[in-house]
């Protein structure tokens, strides 16, 4: 690439090393980068520890960004999304914990946020392109003419999960650096190229939620105290008085406050009659799952049923199951063998090979 003919690429720099390495790709392989960070919090609805050299988009984080971007003689912006992300995710957040599911926050930030606002953002601006740091990558299918989304090449850091809700346009556009490499080789990029956060520590928790108490955050987030009830046993059983439904998720075994002569887990949710249903492990598994707020990729439909591989959460071992749309927007997957703790709220993404067919809510 030279001169005039340089595609434009916005890419979105959160001060990590993986973002960051990302741009030094992008400006080595000839694009006319221009580096972005984006403000996610507004100060009333920052967590209290907002300084923290790992949160998202902290002070030392845009500061981080902003080193790397002068490094490589970037042109660099702040972008304010706190009213989308409040709204897009932090609203979402809230209301799936207090209707009995367990969130991924950060699915709701890739698809209304990150790349979402930030793809139609980068178009307003003329830019070709949007990239980030996600290991994943992006094809164009000859054959069926659709863009499809694959794993990262890293199998520990693939973060394919996270986009399944791309649609084809987004997919065009989007540039994803990383899939090929391994984290190894990122840091090792980012140490030669100088960047000061070459060995920077990643953060494994919500961003808005850094403590890790969801049910805390939901409270002064709404200025709502939760409702107590009663778990009860799968049979209708009333064991004793929870703490407020927000406060617990399918699996669960710690924090119940109530002794039982056998493990005792969270097997259920009922939001209407504000009951924790408890039972035992062996009543944690089933074989099969209804989503819905369907986003298919590598298909338009899936009318037969499909033999895929499939994830009920980020960490889950993939899964031989079979998929068939029963709706819509709505498909029910049945697994060859029952799962563990299926829960309401999570995404399920299915797989064939390393291509991401597509995925939906757990309903």
């Avoid at 790349?115 to 290991?135: M, P, Q, V």
């Avoid at 209804?290 to 037969?304: C, F, G, H, W």
């Avoid at 980020?314 to 697994?335: I, M, N, S």
């Avoid at 709220?345 to 090979?353: I, R």
Wanted: proline letters at 5%; hydrophobic letters at 35%; a neutral charge.
């Amino acid at each position: 690439m030279s001169g005039e003919n340089k595609p434009r690429v916005l890419a979105a720099m959160s001060g990590g090393v993986d973002s960051s390495v990302a741009a030094l790709i992008l400006q080595r392989e000839g694009y006319d980068a221009i580096g972005v960070t984006l403000k996610l919090f507004s100060g009333e609805d920052g967590p209290e520890d907002f300084r923290g050299e790992r949160a998202c988009c902290s002070l030392e984080s845009v500061e981080a960004a902003r080193s790397v971007a002068n490094r490589l003689g970037m042109p660099f912006y702040v972008f304010n999304f706190s009213g989308d992300f409040k709204r897009e995710v932090m609203d979402r957040f809230v209301e799936t914990y207090k209707s009995g599911g367990t969130p991924n926050p950060c699915i709701s930030c890739n698809r209304y946020v990150k790349l979402g606002k930030l793809i139609h953002r980068a178009a307003e601006i003329g830019c070709d392109y949007t990239a980030t740091g996600h290991y994943a990558r992006v094809e164009h299918d000859p054959g069926s003419g659709r863009w499809l989304l694959k794993k990262g090449l890293d199998g520990d850091k693939d973060q394919s999960y996270f986009l399944y809700n791309l649609s084809q346009n987004q997919l065009s556009r989007l540039l994803l650096p990383l899939g090929g490499l391994t984290k190894a080789r990122v840091r090792q990029l980012a140490e030669e190229a100088g960047f000061i956060n070459a060995h920077r520590q990643e953060s494994q928790d919500i961003c808005f939620v850094p403590d890790g108490d969801y049910a805390g955050f939901i409270e002064r987030y709404t200025g709502e105290a939760p409702e107590p009830g009663d778990f009860v046993g799968t049979a209708g059983q009333v064991y004793g008085r929870h703490r407020g439904i927000i406060r617990y998720t399918v699996g669960q075994r710690k924090g119940l406050g109530l002794s039982f002569p056998q493990p005792m887990y969270v097997c259920g949710i009922d939001p209407k009659k504000n009951r924790v249903i408890l039972g035992e492990d062996r009543e944690l598994f089933s074989d099969r799952l209804i989503a819905r707020d369907l986003n298919l990729i590598a298909v338009e439909s899936i009318k037969e049923p499909m033999r895929v591989t499939a994830k009920i959460r980020y960490r889950h071992k993939e899964q031989p199951a079979a998929a068939v749309q029963t709706g819509p927007d709505e498909l029910t997957l049945r697994f060859d063998r029952p799962q563990r703790a299926i829960t309401r709220g999570q995404a399920v993404v299915m797989y064939d090979g390393d291509t991401v067919i597509g995925g939906g809510t757990i309903c």
